[in-house]
């Protein structure tokens, strides 16, 4: 017999009410769905219209948010957000990765059926704050650290080029450069002069 909870609560994207105006309907399932031992809360049928176009919609674009009652001697990381497929006729975890918020354990979908906490022994084992993305998406965090590599390499390259230019003043000081730069051209002067004298002692060769 399922436990039947006190309150559950759902968390609707604004963009699925505003952007796409998606009405939603939350009902009791059919009874059918509960001939099953494992259910650790009561369990609802969710639904959305979309009455401009007069269709039902079965997928959808963001995750929601749904959360229940459940046995205060539960255990997270041994119950899952489960739905029932009604092509196996049988309850599959949907969400194994269950969170406790406000004393209820809470789990995301993003296709509608009917939905309840399920136990699936120790399925929520290997979920801890590691598989919590930046993005909520492995790709787009990886994308962020690829550029912020290359952000940073970037940056190093400027400053290595910045001080080539400027590090003689900031190393020699003023004068020090001066003197640098003298000596540099009585160095050219000299070999100027090396060469003109080889080519006269050719010459008179």
Do not use: M
């Not at 003043?169 to 730069?181: A, F, I, P, Q, S």
């Amino acid at each position: 017999k399922p436990v039947i909870g006190i309150d559950i609560k759902i968390k609707i994207p604004t963009n699925l009410i505003i952007n796409e105006k998606l009405t939603f309907l939350i009902t009791s399932p059919s009874t059918f769905v509960f001939n099953t031992n494992k259910l650790r809360s009561n369990a609802i049928d969710i639904s959305a219209f979309d009455f401009d176009k007069n269709i039902q919609i079965t997928s959808l674009s963001s995750d929601i948010e749904i959360c229940f009652d459940v046995n205060d001697d539960i255990d997270e990381e041994d119950v899952c957000l489960g739905y029932f497929d009604v092509n196996k006729n049988e309850w599959l975890c949907q969400d194994k990765c269950i969170e406790e918020k406000n004393n209820q354990f809470c789990g995301k979908t993003d296709h509608l059926t009917n939905f309840a906490i399920l136990f699936s022994g120790g399925v929520g084992d290997n979920c801890d704050d590691s598989n919590n993305f930046i993005f909520s998406n492995e790709y787009y965090d990886l994308v962020l650290i690829l550029s912020s590599a290359l952000f940073i390499i970037l940056c190093i390259l400027f400053i290595t080029i910045i001080l080539l230019l400027i590090g003689g003043n900031l190393l020699y000081g003023k004068e020090g450069n001066r003197v640098r730069k003298l000596r540099l051209l009585q160095s050219e002067r000299a070999e100027s002069d090396l060469i003109i004298n080889t080519v006269s002692d050719d010459d008179q060769l």
